[in-house]
């Protein structure tokens, strides 16, 4: 059997390399994990370099995305997104051409899943986003649910006579017409935003209890040309102002989870369907498995 015998680290950092090194005690790896050479090993008994190797573990792409599981019992990724690969591909946005242009770290004062059940509806939208509110056409605001993910259907109101509000999320302006924006949750920590030529990425890291890192990145098929070049600073602009936003209401949120007036509250059928699904995923991960 074999089994993982790297406490030190073998890579780090971006590039590529043609095998692994421990930066501990120099053990070299070849990339598919076999050991190739433990320095100083001659005498030992019951040596058997083939038994020592890194242990493997999920790895699958996607367009640019790489998906690293360690848990061998996890779905596979295919189960996880579903339909949202075919769905993504027939809609005609060409994600393996995508590149990171901008990445934003924002570190919020509350749970984890304080802010994916803020993400999750559009219940808050009127009263936490009257920007965002402007925008969409909020009594045709949904969230369909399935088994790992939901996506968000978010359809924006048609442009008044004059043309859009300049500094508007394009996120809505272009989520009409055969332009339909896609926008996915996959559980437990990953959003999806893809649009014709680009695309944003959330993903939530859960620091200890009470605080969270939100990377927010976006890639871009044509860095710094094209049409959409500008109205994508104006969608980065714009989902600035909505995370700060809902970084205020998880923070308060957050605090207000200590109050010892609260016990437990109940869930709106027609606006937080999604943060239902995503608590009872939760709730299965933490039980059943
Ligand atoms: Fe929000």
């Not at 790895?59 to 189960?79: H, I, K, M, Q, Y």
């Not at 969409?136 to 008044?160: E, K, L, W």
């Not at 996915?184 to 890192?213: A, C, G, H, K, S």
């Not at 040309?225 to 949120?253: H, K, L, P, Y």
């Amino acid at each position: 059997m074999s089994v993982c015998t790297a406490p030190g680290t073998v890579a780090s950092g971006k590039g590529n390399r043609k095998s692994l090194q421990c930066r501990y005690h120099g053990w070299f790896y070849v990339l598919d994990g076999k050991l190739l050479n433990a320095p100083e090993f001659e005498g030992v008994r019951n040596w058997s370099p083939q038994e020592y190797c890194l242990r493997p573990v999920q790895v699958t792409e996607w367009g640019p995305f790489v998906f690293v599981n360690l848990d061998d019992g996890a779905p596979r990724l295919r189960e996880m997104l579903g339909a949202i690969p075919a769905e993504v591909a027939r809609a005609g946005f060409d994600i393996a051409d995508m590149q990171p242009v901008e990445r934003r770290d924002y570190l919020v004062d509350c749970n984890w899943k304080v802010y994916v059940d803020n993400y999750l509806e559009g219940y808050h939208i009127p009263i936490a986003h009257p920007g965002l509110f402007r925008e969409i056409d909020y009594d045709q605001y949904r969230v369909d649910t399935f088994r790992y993910y939901s996506s968000q259907y978010a359809p924006i109101r048609p442009a008044p006579p004059s043309g859009p509000i300049p500094g508007r999320d394009r996120r809505y302006l272009r989520g009409d017409g055969e332009q339909q924006a896609l926008y996915y949750w996959v559980f437990p920590n990953l959003m999806l935003n893809f649009y014709p030529d680009n695309m944003q990425i959330n993903i939530i890291v859960p620091l200890d209890t009470e605080r969270t890192l939100t990377i927010f990145e976006w890639c871009f098929k044509q860095p710094g040309s094209g049409e959409g070049w500008e109205s994508m600073q104006q969608s980065i602009a714009f989902s600035d102002e909505v995370q700060r936003e809902d970084m205020e209401i998880c923070n308060t949120v957050q605090r207000n989870l200590h109050s010892r007036a609260y016990n437990q509250g109940r869930f709106s059928v027609k606006r937080e369907n999604g943060v239902h699904h995503f608590q009872r995923l939760v709730a299965e991960y933490l039980t059943d498995k």
